[in-house]
């Protein structure tokens, strides 16, 4: 059984009884969350179905500490997160979060007006199985109406949740609705927020975050991990184990592809997923992938591994990744020399190999020719050399790579370019969450925070505690999405999952320094 957290609060179990297809119907009659904007839904709607008349999928009760449709005289709090106003009328919802469930209410109105919650298990994307749950109107005599409390999250089934207050007058079609947001479980820091909001992106089907993607979802995962680590909230160790299981025979198994650089980050993902389990066969998948990346070292432009198996193109991210998978291997495998060997020569081989320009940034590859190609200086391959550079310190003691790696953390957290008005912001950022670049801010602060958290003196904290300050204040909605951008305006994007990882890893960087 999969749960949510390890420890539930006195889960009292009772009248469990589910719909058969209601996890089906969530997937296959989604309705697609668009036009909500600013929390304000408002399109013609047909005429509500009486209160009484609810569907089939309305019927499939949660259960948690309480089941659906209690009281709200009964609950111990009341918090109005979001609100939202449709003709005179205020819409709120209402979440307690002590019971973990929220109700809506209609105020200023008249008899007839209507009131109902949608619940949502994506991050309210789709809400079929979710829909107009408590469907009321207001009686005779009165101004005002609630519905009656319904939960989440469903803690044993569908995941993590989240609900809205809808509502309409009653002689109009028109319907608003409120912005998605949820009970304070698994959400008691930023990260925690973060984190919880991320796995409501990932695909129980596919063990992968929703979009699918293939690298992103490395990272995505890695992120997820890095919070169980760092804050300590183990509730979402469960998609670790569920990702490799459904995923581990994909592709070309064991998590490698022909891309080197796609399984060079899924590599990583395994190292941390050991640290955090210490389950050795996640250690033996991250070395298949090493030993993947390294039969694919060549000796064109005097060595490094190249980006795809049939393409020789070297670049850099490829390569960072060799080197941290590498020292990371040898740092975890008790009497490991051919890790190290391997780790020392990828750096050594980059640092020679012009990449690294001459404002000690880091450009995307090299040319026909094996000299500094001049492509931008993406935020991720500023980002990857540093927690490299910090493993293969572990590795090996050496004083000299500690310098060459704060020389470039200099570099990059100072730069004008990648951080105009001192906020972090990717090289032609777009208003999306599915591109690559839109998880590219993420492994830079990443790979910034193990460098920050490896020095004593934690010289990169007030700079990431200035993004983390600046991301969720600006590019953040009720529900602990976060945008593209960091320093604002937010933009919450239809659907990807690498504006959401990216945040996550900020903030996991600026709590572990």
Avoid at 117 to 131: E, I, N, P, Q, Y
Avoid at 264 to 275: K, N, R, S
Avoid at 446 to 475: I, M, S, T
Wanted: proline share 4%.
């Amino acid at each position: 059984m999969t749960t949510l957290s390890e420890t539930p609060p006195n889960r009292t179990h009772r009248r469990i009884r589910r719909h058969p297809g209601a996890r089906a119907g969530r997937q296959a009659r989604g309705r697609t969350a668009a036009l909500v904007v600013a929390g304000l839904l408002a399109v013609p709607l047909a005429p509500a179905p009486p209160a009484q008349a609810a569907s089939a999928a309305q019927l499939a009760e949660i259960c948690d500490i309480y089941c659906d449709a209690r009281d709200p005289a009964s609950a111990t709090g009341d918090r109005v997160p979001v609100t939202a106003t449709i003709h005179g009328r205020t819409l709120r919802l209402h979440v307690s979060d002590p019971d973990v469930m929220g109700w809506g209410s209609i105020e200023g109105g008249q008899p007839g007006d209507e009131v109902w919650l949608d619940r949502s298990f994506d991050g309210g994307k789709t809400w079929a199985s979710g829909s107009r749950l408590g469907a009321t109107t207001v009686p005779s005599g009165s101004t005002g109406w609630r519905t009656q409390m319904y939960n989440v999250d469903d803690w044993n089934n569908t995941g993590v949740g989240a609900l809205r207050a809808c509502g309409k007058a009653g002689d109009r079609a028109e319907i608003a609705c409120t912005a998605w947001a949820r009970n304070d479980r698994n959400a008691w820091s930023r990260s925690t927020e973060a984190a919880t909001a991320l796995m409501m992106l990932w695909d129980r089907n596919t063990g992968l975050f929703e979009t699918n993607g293939w690298w992103t979802g490395a990272n995505a995962l890695t992120a997820v991990i890095d919070n169980a680590r760092i804050s300590g909230m183990n509730s979402y160790r469960y998609a670790i184990a569920q990702t490799y299981d459904k995923n581990v025979n994909a592709r070309d198994g064991q998590f490698r592809n022909e891309y080197l650089d796609d399984t060079g980050w899924w590599g990583l993902a395994w190292v941390a997923a050991y640290d955090l389990t210490g389950d050795s066969r996640y250690l033996s998948t991250a070395r298949a992938d090493a030993d993947h990346m390294r039969a694919y070292w060549t000796d064109k432009c005097g060595g490094g591994v190249q980006w795809n198996t049939g393409i020789a193109y070297k670049n850099a991210i490829t390569n960072e990744l060799y080197v941290q998978l590498n020292a990371a291997l040898h740092n975890r495998i008790p009497g490991d020399t051919t890790y190290r060997q391997r780790a020392v020569e990828g750096w050594e081989w980059f640092r020679d190999s012009g990449m690294i320009n001459s404002g000690n940034l880091v450009n995307d590859g090299l040319n026909d020719s094996c000299a500094n190609n001049g492509q931008p200086t993406w935020t991720y391959n500023q980002g990857v050399i540093l927690g490299a550079l910090a493993e293969l310190h572990r590795a090996t003691g050496d004083a000299a790579l500690l310098e060459t790696a704060q020389d470039l953390a200099d570099a990059s957290t100072t730069s004008s370019y990648l951080n105009p008005g001192g906020i972090l912001r990717e090289v032609n950022e777009g208003d999306d969450c599915t591109s690559d670049g839109a998880s590219f801010k993420g492994a830079y602060v990443r790979g910034l925070g193990k460098l920050n958290a490896y020095l004593a003196d934690r010289p990169y904290g007030a700079y990431l505690d200035r993004q983390a300050d600046a991301a969720y204040g600006n590019d953040r909605d009720a529900l602990g999405m976060y945008g593209p951008h960091w320093a604002g305006p937010l933009v919450r994007p239809a659907s990807g999952h690498g504006c959401q990882h990216g945040a996550l890893d900020l903030l996991n960087a600026a709590e572990a320094g």
